[in-house]
């Protein structure tokens, strides 16, 4: 399927969205947003269907994953308070859609995630690597504050140390340094990223999804929550995974000594 700089391909249970303007290394522009966005409603379209979706995979077409906020869309619109708005009304809607997904997301980064790119890259819960690939917190550069994010998650990832200094200097962060920092999970040889990538994000997507969606949450939350919060969390999210038939499931198969079929529900 084809939005607007933005492309979906639906594999089973999986949904693959990729940033579709390579001319630019997939410079975020108010397209490829809305594209992005209608891409979503889409796969949420599908939700109690017989085909819903139960994993996204994010990634770039070509030689990047994102450059970023396009510069070209942005030199044609200087207006003063251009970028707060433009973050407000198109970034953070879609940022937080992905932040509540019901369902794992997978950033396959192919190359360089600069800028709004990489705090879209920062969104998966499995942030997978091809070795050539770079973060670049590149805002400083155009004189601007990192943003979409980037400074509440970078310092909760990598630590207050690392996140003010890659954002102070905006140099390159290759991704075998990201992994050993323990901001991305894992690194792979460029032309195994793809395969590898939708490999994991198949097994996720034929996983127990109702219990992977509150994991994730459970995971979003915890860094705002006290100790005692996130008890209580963590009680409400068991009453609803103990409840679904996958972990009924789950247990019966356990003690049939087989793998489990999770359906989702
Ligand atoms: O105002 C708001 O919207 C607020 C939100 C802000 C969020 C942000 O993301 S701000 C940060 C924006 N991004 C950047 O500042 C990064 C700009 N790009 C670069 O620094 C470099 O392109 C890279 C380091 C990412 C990659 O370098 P390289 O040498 O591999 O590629 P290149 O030759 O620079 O780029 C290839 C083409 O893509 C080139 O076009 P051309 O010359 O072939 O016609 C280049 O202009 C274009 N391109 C790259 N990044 C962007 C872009 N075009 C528009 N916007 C870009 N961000």
């Known amino acids: ?36 966005t ?20 994010i990634t770039g077409t070509g030689r990047a994953f994102s450059a970023g906020a396009n510069l070209q869309e942005r030199g044609q619109a200087p207006l003063p308070g251009r970028a707060g708005h433009v973050l407000e009304t198109q970034y953070h809607p879609f940022l937080r859609r992905l932040r509540d997904l019901p369902y794992p997301l997978v950033a396959a980064v192919n190359g360089v995630a600069a800028g ?12 997978l690597c091809a070795r050539s690939a770079y973060f670049l917190q590149a805002f400083r550069r155009i004189g601007l504050v990192p943003d979409c994010g980037s400074t509440w998650l970078l310092p909760r990832l990598i630590g207050r140390a690392r996140a003010i200094e890659l954002s102070l200097l905006g140099e390159r962060l290759p ?8 901001l991305v999970n894992r690194v792979y040889d460029d032309d195994a990223l793809m395969g590898a990538a939708r490999k994991l994000a198949q097994e996720l997507a034929a996983g127990p999804t109702v219990a992977l969606g509150l994991i994730r949450r459970l995971y979003w939350e915890s860094s ?11 009680v409400r999210s068991q009453r609803i995974a103990g409840a679904s038939a996958d ?11 087989r793998p489990a079929k999770f359906a989702g529900v």
């Open 1 to 36: 399927m084809q939005f607007e700089r933005a492309s979906l391909e639906i594999d089973g249970a999986l949904a693959i969205l990729s940033m579709n303007h390579p001319q630019v290394l997939n410079a975020v522009s108010e397209e490829m947003l809305k594209g992005m």
């Open 116 to 127: 709004a790119g990489m705090s879209i890259a920062l969104m998966g819960d499995l942030v």
């Open 175 to 182: 991704a075998e340094t990201a992994l050993a920092w323990g």
């Open 224 to 234: 705002e929550n006290s100790h005692e919060e996130q008890l209580d969390l963590e």
């Open 38 to 57: 209608a891409a979503l409603d889409a796969l949420d379209a599908r939700a109690g269907s017989n085909q819903p979706i139960r994993c996204l995979m």
């Open 247 to 257: 972990s009924k499931e789950g247990v019966q198969a356990f003690l049939e000594k």
